[in-house]
């Protein structure tokens, strides 16, 4: 065809709230009954994403562990049971006449437009058996048996257009498979692409339970330099080149794990470009990219100081997704990102319920894996997510819901950052104000401290942490963080977070830590200029 010649395909537009509407009634109603299948191209949509390239494959860089999984037998069978006038005596389904619930209520907020809620609430009811009365797509029969590795067919449709209509992964055999939390989606990560004496790849300071999960695996974390734009991609490609078998006492790594927004522990948000930066990294040293994204929704409104007024919400959930930072996984041309998604920081942490995106290839696998560890998650759990997201809330209500989140975080945000400027002593202790999360990361001037010279930097933290709890108030040590065993950290850092307490707490506890400081470093009210 010359180059002069009209194109007969046309990409499809990106995926809209009423786009999702439009393709759910053309494609009829989701029969879906005990540990049914999922089919996630139908859940996507059949020609979105045909104009696409396909993932990359990984199948090189998977465990003797994960290949060997052949899944479960049993489960395979469970295809069976939608088949029209089939008496089943094969399956261990325990008869749903023993379970004794027969109906779950709860209550939650009213959502109104682009992040208003109210005081008034709505009661949200399931029964035992709704899907047979054709009152529900999912009832307390189906969620409370046994089901599939990648969950409820259900709640799982509403993730990956979820993940569709945020992130619109840029190549076509993506996919979803629900996860008990990102916690586990780490450790099955780990089995699927480590080996005992291996190494990973992480922030200098990253989210500790993250190397607590690795290391009884005798998986190693070599820390990669950050600023306050988070991991350094010149950093990255530097540890990596002069990567050295003989002295790390194992193979270069190929797994880099990133929070990128909001990161844990030093509430820091890599922005589009130092993204872009990291990925190309990825892609010259062929790294796969675990995508941690608890935090990826409390992005803030910009702080603007202490005295100026708030910023107003966003006017749309147009401008809203607009406003966040674009993921990896939105940028990930080749499927080498595997994004973590997560309930915990904007529902509810005792759901136990998340789900990865990730090539088909990966998907597949860690369903496998899922299916004879830790099976699907919670189905009471996935039934009060699916009759809140899908059937209370819907997209929209979930979006309004994002920015009311957003709104709230910002508001905490500012009293932390207010209560800083106000009773810390600037000269010891400094900060940059968080896009993102829930965490503020304090600067410490350790070489300001009247023992600089007679205490180690290990000795100072200490007695200065023990302080802190001294004046009533608690924070983590810095050190805690560091992810690479017997490195010594060369600054002094105080993670604080703003997350749960009240704002009365917040600014109480920021004024104890002031005067704890104070103490420890012998500065007096009259020298700080501040009471």
Not at 409 to 433: F, G, H, M, Q
């Amino acid at each position: 065809m010359p180059d002069s010649a009209p194109s007969t395909f046309i990409i499809p537009d990106r995926l809209t709230i009423p786009t999702i509407a439009k393709r759910r009634a053309a494609s009829g109603p989701l029969n879906a009954g005990v540990a049914a299948a999922a089919d996630v191209e139908a859940f996507k949509g059949r020609t979105q994403h045909l104009h696409k390239p396909p993932a990359k494959r990984w199948c090189h860089r998977l465990t003797d562990e994960t290949k060997a999984r052949k899944g479960s037998s049993l489960k395979e069978a469970a295809r069976f049971l939608e088949t029209e006038g089939l008496i089943s005596l094969g399956g261990g389904l325990p008869s749903s006449e023993y379970c004794p619930v027969e109906e779950m209520t709860f209550t939650v907020p009213k959502v109104f437009s682009t992040g208003v809620v109210s005081d008034e609430t709505d009661v949200i009811t399931a029964g035992k058996r709704d899907l047979a009365r054709g009152v529900s797509m999912f009832d307390v029969e189906t969620a409370f048996q046994y089901g599939q590795g990648h969950g409820a067919a259900q709640l799982l449709r509403w993730m990956v257009e979820h993940t569709e209509l945020v992130h619109d992964p840029p190549y076509r055999d993506w996919s979803c498979t629900m996860t008990v939390g990102s916690t586990s989606a780490f450790d099955m990560a780990m089995r699927m692409f480590t080996k005992p004496g291996g190494w990973i790849l992480s922030e200098e300071y990253t989210f500790s339970a993250m190397t607590e999960t690795a290391a009884p695996m005798g998986v190693r974390v070599a820390a990669v330099a950050m600023d306050e734009n988070g991991m350094l991609p010149d950093a990255l490609d530097r540890l990596l080149f002069t990567w050295d078998e003989t002295v790390r006492g194992g193979p270069k790594p190929f797994i880099v794990f990133t929070v990128p927004t909001g990161q844990n522990p030093t509430g820091w948000t890599q922005p589009l470009q130092r993204r872009r930066g990291i990925y190309a990294v990825a892609q010259k040293h062929d790294l796969y990219i675990l995508e941690d994204e608890p935090y990826y929704f409390l992005q803030m409104q910009p702080y603007a100081g202490p005295e100026a007024p708030a910023v107003p919400p966003p006017t749309s959930h147009e401008e809203f997704l607009k406003s966040l930072v674009p993921s990896y996984l939105s940028l990930d041309t080749d499927g080498r990102v595997m994004r973590m998604d997560s309930f915990s920081k904007v529902i509810a942490p005792g759901s136990r319920v998340g789900w990865i995106t990730a090539s088909e290839e990966i998907c597949q696998r860690y369903r496998t894996h899922a299916d004879l560890s830790t099976q699907g998650p919670s189905g009471v759990s996935q039934l009060m997510l699916f009759k809140l997201l899908e059937e209370q809330w819907g997209h929209c209500g979930y979006l309004d819901w994002l920015i009311h989140i957003r709104m709230e975080y910002t508001t905490r945000r500012n009293v932390i950052l207010d209560a800083c400027e106000r009773y810390l002593p600037k000269d010891v202790v400094s900060w940059n104000p968080p896009a993102a999360g829930m965490f503020l990361w304090l600067s410490v001037d350790y070489k300001k401290h009247p023992d600089y010279r007679r205490k180690s930097l290990e000795d100072m933290e200490d007695e200065i942490f023990h302080k802190i709890i001294q004046y009533k108030t608690l924070l983590m040590k810095g050190s805690w963080f560091c992810p690479e065993e017997g490195a010594k950290p060369d600054a002094l850092f105080l993670r604080a977070t703003y997350a749960a307490a009240s704002r009365d707490k917040i600014q109480e506890g920021i004024k104890r830590l002031g005067e704890a400081v104070k103490d420890s470093f012998g500065i007096t009210a009259e020298v700080n200029g501040s009471s």
